[in-house]
């Protein structure tokens, strides 16, 4: 029987007794970079999940608002030193010497997944907040390669780290010529991401303080030009190929090492609809990234990154409202000290913050940090005379301000079993009414408002509609 080649998928071929071939479905690939020393996989304690490891959980397997309904691939990757080892721990954790790696393999992973039309979404804390945007710089360097092509990658990585570093005319030269056939516009992987002047081949970049350096106080380093250099975050520029960048910054990190990299975006990026936020909150550099087992603060920013993505990613809004374990109220915590241990001789500084809204970097402040007992030096000045820094909550992030006080109930232990907290405090807090004057207890309370918000049935299952 003869046989027709479809254009629906390579490889694929219909004969004429064959029912019609579905158009093939996109699908979202989203990688999520964890932090130095970081491995949601090793870690027993729920109470100790960065917002890498609650985000990557956070995300169902396929988005059912669609139909048919798209796929959700998530890729969980551990951070640097994270392997239970003394080398990993103290040498690779501390001088970042796996970044390379944490690069290639995420970038690995999308091209072996990736099929034109795919969305793609990268997230990260720290140095994996680095590690994301590395992997969205070469995507907009060189597109997405396919699998064969892939034997190359190493080889272009290596230059292009020649190339930032090489002050050889004569090399720069080589190394572009090196790179040309991989870079230009009828490249391979530029023809299959399909980036153009109208289009975005990075769908979401979402990160919690990205770290440039190698995060090692000076003073231990003895101040080696060779480690501060070796990879430096230089590229703040926002490619335009990312469509939605968000990016979550710590009011209180004071180590001078600990650098926050700010993206700063192009006037082209900027006409073409790209949509760039980063908020400031209150916090060292874990409290925005999650890590401590009192985890007020980095609540406050993983509602706000799922504020921002619930519209381009279907969540599981059971599981996310399970999170918070309020110890204080509503963005009152304290911020934890970063200056101990092994930082304990670090050199110090404050951040500098926005004094007024810009169209380059975007930054605000979030309004929870106007709860805190004390601002940051200045910050107080700054927001007097510029009050649009600070900006309305979202639907989702006012959900949890105004449930906050349930959780932080007497019956909100945190000895107590999850499900067993769960009950008590929906059985006192967050009741329905049906017809007949009963009250129902519902558990996913933070699913119950969305539904709200959204005006869905009060019987769509979250899990699989949003």
Known sequence: MATLRTDNSDGYVANSGSPPIVPRVKKRIIVCCDGTWQDGVLT???QSYTNILRLARTINHEDSRSQP???QIVFYQSGIGSEKNF??????????????????????????????????????????????RMTAMFIGKIGVLDRADMDHF??????YQKLGKSKDDAEIQRLNAELAPWTGHDSPGKKRADSDEDTFSVKFVGVFDTVGSLGFPEEITHKSPTIKN????????????IQYAYHAMALNETRADFNCCKFEQTPAALQKGQ?????????????????????????????????????????????????????????????????????????????????????VTHETIHSSVLHQQSLVESLDNVLSQNPQLVVPLQSLED?????????????????????????????????????????????????????DISGLPSSTNLRECR
């Open 275 to 359: 949509v760039l936020s980063q908020k400031w909150f209150t916090g060292c550099h874990a409290d925005i990234g999650g890590g401590y087992k009192d985890h007020d603060l980095a609540d406050l920013t993983l509602f706000w990154m799922a504020a921002n993505l619930e519209n381009h990613l279907s969540l599981d809004y059971a599981y996310l409202g399970s999170l918070p374990r309020p110890t204080a109220g509503w963005g009152e915590q304290p911020p934890h000290d970063p200056i101990k241990g092994i930082y304990s001789v670090a050199h110090t500084i404050q951040r500098p913050l926005p004094t007024a809204t810009n169209s």
């Open 154 to 159: 190493a080889g272009i990585f290596l230059a």
């Open 399 to 451: 959900a949890l301000r105004s449930h906050w006080p349930a959780l932080k109930s007497a019956d909100h232990d945190p000895s107590l079993p999850l499900s067993k907290t769960m009950d008590n405090i929906t059985a006192k807090d967050t009741g329905l009414t049906t017809e007949a004057g009963k009250r129902v207890r519902e558990k996913n309370w933070l699913g119950k408002i969305v539904r």
């Open 69 to 71: 309904a798209i796929p």
């Open 44 to 46: 027993e304690n729920r």
């Open 230 to 241: 070796l990879f430096g975050f230089n590229d703040r520029v926002l490619g335009e190929h």
């Open 87 to 132: 080398y990993s721990e103290y040498i690779v954790g501390t001088t970042g010497g796996s970044l390379a790696d944490k690069v290639e393999e995420a970038y690995a992973f999308i091209a072996h997944n990736y099929y034109p039309g795919d969305e793609i979404f990268l997230f990260g804390f720290s140095r994996g907040a680095y590690t994301a």
